[in-house]
Structures are given as structure tokens and as C-alpha cells.
């Protein structure tokens, strides 16, 4: 769970408009830190199933996130993914 001052920053980092909390973009960036705490959390406790299991949907959320931005707007995805710093 991230703190909320966190995700704000996130939020208005990647808002396409003054009070847009739900764009792809932004659901994205959010799910990637909220990734990249959990992957954190699970390198020490590599034991912890229910997490890994949260961690997968996660991950699943996010690609299906950026498929929707690929076949909707290729430009708005190539920017995404160059400021996620994710692969194709």
C-alpha cells in the first residue's frame, strides 16, 4: 500500500489534465510503484505466497493497462513506457 503523499506525486507526474486521478497512464504509474515495493518486500520473504500471488495480478492489470494504451493511442504508450523505463 502506498502512502498517500506518495501516490500523489505519482498522479501528478503522469496526469494527462488538471484533475485526472484515473488515465491509463496514471493507473499504470501506479501500479509499477506499487510493484516495485512489493517485489522489494518479497526478496526478503520469499515464503510469502499470498503477496507473490497479489504481486502476479498486479503485474496482469498493468500489461492489460498498457495493451488498452497501445491500441488506443501508440504514441501516449512509447512515452508511458519510456517514463516507467519498462520493455516492450
Given at each position: 500500500?502506498?502512502?498517500?503523499?506518495?501516490?500523489?506525486?505519482?498522479?501528478?507526474?503522469?496526469k494527462t489534465h488538471d484533475k485526472d486521478t484515473g488515465s491509463p497512464e496514471?493507473?499504470?504509474?501506479?501500479?509499477?510503484?506499487?510493484?516495485?515495493?512489493?517485489?522489494?518486500?518479497?526478496?526478503?520473504?520469499?515464503?510469502?505466497?499470498?503477496?507473490?500471488?497479489?504481486?502476479?495480478?498486479?503485474?496482469?492489470?498493468?500489461?492489460?493497462?498498457?495493451?488498452?494504451?497501445?491500441?488506443?493511442?501508440?504514441?501516449?504508450?512509447?512515452?508511458?513506457?519510456?517514463?516507467?523505463?519498462?520493455?516492450?
Open positions: 500500500m502506498l502512502k498517500k503523499n506518495k501516490k500523489t506525486k505519482i498522479i501528478d507526474e503522469f496514471v493507473q499504470a504509474g501506479v501500479l509499477t510503484e506499487q510493484i516495485k515495493k512489493l517485489t522489494l518486500h518479497l526478496k526478503k520473504h520469499a515464503k510469502d505466497n499470498h503477496s507473490r500471488y497479489g504481486l502476479l495480478k498486479m503485474v496482469a492489470k498493468r500489461k492489460k493497462l498498457l495493451d488498452y494504451l497501445r491500441k488506443e493511442d501508440e504514441k501516449r504508450h512509447e512515452t508511458l513506457l519510456k517514463k516507467l523505463d519498462l520493455k516492450k
